[in-house]
């Protein structure tokens, strides 16, 4: 595959380190966010990860950000979880149901924009230290 190619689509080899990626961003960002309330910086290594392990010929910016979108998910969980009784003072079913909406579509939104960029870094760092092809 010569370098003007388009990167592949191809979902299996996109998923794959995307669901990687996803796995360590959950593993770092879930304790970060019981205890501090702010795991959202480590959605960045997920993309990392995920651009450092998708092969050369697969957009590793696409596979961060799944990777962040994953690792976003049990976050975003726990966030309206934690939520549930500010959105309920709302006054009005629809609001809090709108801004539940709202809310979400932005963490993950923010998810898949952190690991996106995690994955040019991590794509970067693959090429300085050996990109490694999955067995």
Request: net charge neutral.
């Amino acid at each position: 595959m010569s370098s003007t190619d388009p990167p592949s689509t191809d979902r299996a080899r996109l998923w794959r380190p995307a669901l990687v990626g996803g796995a360590v961003g959950v593993a770092l960002a879930l304790p970060v966010y019981a205890q501090a309330g702010q795991g959202g910086p480590l959605l960045f290594v997920a993309g990392i990860v995920a651009g450092y392990l998708a092969p050369e010929n697969v957009d590793a910016y696409a596979a961060g950000g799944r990777a962040g979108a994953v690792a976003t998910l049990p976050l975003l969980v726990w966030f309206l979880f934690d939520s549930t009784d500010w959105f309920a003072s709302l006054g009005s079913t629809a609001i809090a149901v709108g801004g539940g909406v709202i809310a979400a579509t932005v963490i993950v939104a923010v998810g898949y924009l952190a690991g996106g960029i995690g994955a040019g870094f991590g794509g970067w760092l693959a090429v300085q230290f050996g990109r490694k092809d999955p067995a």
